[in-house]
Nanobody, 127 residues
């Protein structure tokens, strides 16, 4: 089984920064695109950002462009989400996920194209 574990969430004030980490046991991590999704209370899970297999291409939701940056360290099987200028609207549970076999190296904004999910980490931004 593939395990993904998110960490780094917490309670912060608007304008603050957080860095989330996702440690994975995915044996093909170095050839697999990764993504971050989030789910706020009463809302469906939404796409945040994705990074391809070698970090050369990224995709971001309009709501986080210029504020959030995804990165990866393939030597450590870890993906990161740097979140700056946090807003109350960013409050959600954040999930790390790994792409499924089909075109697994390529970025995607669709949750149905991801096969493995972490347990989530809570990010709460107060005004």
């Amino acid at each position: 089984q593939v395990h993904l574990v998110e960490s780094g969430g917490g309670l912060v004030q608007a304008g603050d920064s957080l860095r989330l980490s996702c440690a994975t046991s995915e044996r093909t991590f170095a050839s697999t695109a990764m993504g971050w999704f989030r789910q706020a209370p009463g809302k469906e899970r939404e796409f945040v950002t994705s990074i391809n297999w070698n970090g050369g291409h990224t995709l971001e939701a309009d709501s986080v462009k210029g504020r959030f940056t995804i990165s990866r360290d393939n030597s450590k099987n870890t993906v990161y989400l740097q979140m700056n200028s946090l807003k109350p609207e960013d409050t959600a549970v954040y999930y790390c996920s790994a792409r499924s076999e089909t075109n697994r190296w390529m970025v995607s904004r669709f949750p149905e194209e991801y096969a493995y999910w972490g347990q989530g980490t809570q990010v709460t931004v107060s005004s």
